[in-house]
């Protein structure tokens, strides 16, 4: 048995999860006409920027009423909500890229393990909370549970 301490990411304070508010519809509406931020995802991938600092982007969604089936991850400890969207179904991936007003020169989809950028450990717990979130939703589509 090690004696490493156990460091959990998601609990940390960077991220209020608010789970008793995901079943509360005009809650999650005013979130979602609040300019919120987004984790956009595409096949599994998180976008990335592709300019020399290689960051992780969180995108500031003005119009996020009409983001397609947008996930709510929880509120930032900056208290802007935070939404995880799956782009998969968007066509090819300068489609979607050009959905969100990027080209591929700036931006482009990256396996997280393919990614050869810095990261903090707070950015590596949102991507993966993000894809794991988008993950179950198109796992879990027609659960009856």
Not at 12 to 21: D, I, Q
Not at 74 to 85: C, N, S
Not at 103 to 111: D, E, P
Not at 127 to 133: D, G, N, S, T
Request: charged share 25%; glycine share 6%; proline share 3%.
């Amino acid at each position: 048995m090690s004696n490493l301490p156990v460091c959990h990411f998601l609990a940390s304070g960077f991220l209020e999860r608010e789970a008793h508010r995901r079943s509360d519809n005009e809650w999650l509406r005013q979130q979602l006409v609040s300019s919120p931020q987004f984790i956009f995802l595409r096949n599994g991938s998180n976008l990335f920027s592709r300019r020399p600092e290689k960051r992780a982007l969180l995108i500031e969604v003005p119009e996020a009423v009409k983001v397609f089936d947008p996930i709510f991850l929880g509120i930032l400890e900056t208290g802007v909500a935070l939404f995880a969207a799956d782009l998969s179904n968007s066509g090819t991936e300068e489609e979607a890229l050009g959905a969100l007003g990027l080209i591929t020169g700036l931006a482009r989809f990256v396996a997280l393990r393919e990614f050869d950028g810095l990261l903090s450990a707070e950015e590596r717990a949102l991507l993966f909370y993000a894809k794991a979130m988008t993950h179950w939703h198109q796992e879990q589509r027609f659960c009856s549970r």
